[in-house]
């Protein structure tokens, strides 16, 4: 089988012996967990041979970090880390808005640490006090509340380097809580990414940096795209529940849809990295449809007056900016097209057939399914054979006809 080949069937080529050292685990490791990080359009053969042995150590090591630095730099996460302050502020201020309306509560308030002092960066509101809560608190507490607010601190490995300050005279739901811990890492993390990149492209300019220096940089970045990768997920499975919950679903609905969507997959032998972005589109599809203004995420210089203002007054700009941390963006077309029917009679475009993107074809199926056989405050659940029966019915019209057999299989075995 040759690369291409393995490629098209779904098995990352950093799995493949024919490049690998086969001596240094270290190496090893690396290499299938960077095939774990990328996206799979991004995996390419010129890649992988960067990290076999034709190259001395030093040099694998400096085409690996470049790769690394290259993938996952502000550009490829969270880009609004290399605006100006006017630009940073316009855009924690949209997050902390966007966390209001996730978690609903009053007000939100985002800080960082600069100079050695909390610096107010997101603001829900018009508050512009200093951040309630001492570096102590911080330091020692997941989560703190006082007087009718509660913090919850972002930090780089144990020591705090900024906090999400909420203002609710009721206790927050746990699982609204949940959400915000999600988001706190996830910043937090990203950051923390961002500075060791920095030091990164510093070593690897410096022509005196040794294998030992470029090797530790190594296993930093990789921890923390390590970190980064599981922080995204959990806040994708957060966000779900809270919106769950605000549906009123008595069961985790969306949960249960992204595990039928991950079951289809499976079935229509999907690969991996495909599977994971279907199974978040179906955690995130019910969040409202999602539309990423991609100029302004992929800008990395200064904002004009009208982008500055798209992104304060963007409903769902703080959410997709979240998103857009470690490539969760591509999910974004699959919740955009799942109201699209195989005929060509949906919307938003009409698309027809193998023209909607496959993972819409695949959570339109899952989603519809588990929510004809879940129980609603205005009518019980559908008998899980006779909502298969109906779906088939319109297989081929509404539903992909291929969907819908991985689907039968499913529920028949």
Known sequence: MTNQDKKNSGVSIFGQSEFMTGID??????ALNLGDFLSENLISDDLAKKISVKS?????LINQLSELVDLYSSKNTLCVLNFDRKEEIAVYSSIAKS????????????????DGKMTLLGNSANDNSDLRFNSSELLHNEVISKEGYICFPLRNSSVP???????????????????IVSIANLLGTTITLQTVIEETHAQISDESSTEFDLKKLRGDLTALIGDLCDYQQNFVEALATAVDK???????????????????????????????????AALLQNIGKITLPEKLFATNGKLSADELSKIKNHSNVGVNLLMNINFLSEV??????????????GSPEGLKGQSIPLGSRIIAVSDAYCAMTSDRPYRKAMEKDKALSIMKDESGKKWDEDVINALSQIVNK
Do not use: W
């Not at 685990?25 to 690396?30: A, C, D, L, S, V």
């Not at 380097?161 to 959400?179: S, T």
């Not at 679903?249 to 289809?264: D, E, K, P």
């Open 332 to 345: 974004v077309p699959y919740i955009t097209y799942q109201t699209e029917r195989v005929d060509g009679s």
């Open 161 to 179: 380097i900024g906090a999400i300050e909420i203002k609710n005279n009721e206790m927050l739901d746990e699982d609204f809580c949940d959400v």
């Open 25 to 30: 685990p270290i190496e090893e490791m690396f």
């Open 246 to 280: 605000k549906g009123q679903y008595t069961v985790s609905h969306s949960r249960n849809s992204a595990r039928l969507a991950r079951g289809i997959c499976a079935k229509l032998g999907l690969n991996e990295k495909t599977t994971d972005l279907i199974y978040y």
């Open 56 to 60: 001395n150590k030093k040099e694998r």
């Open 99 to 114: 966390i209001v309306q996730m978690v609903e509560v009053e007000e939100c308030r985002i800080f960082f640490e600069k």
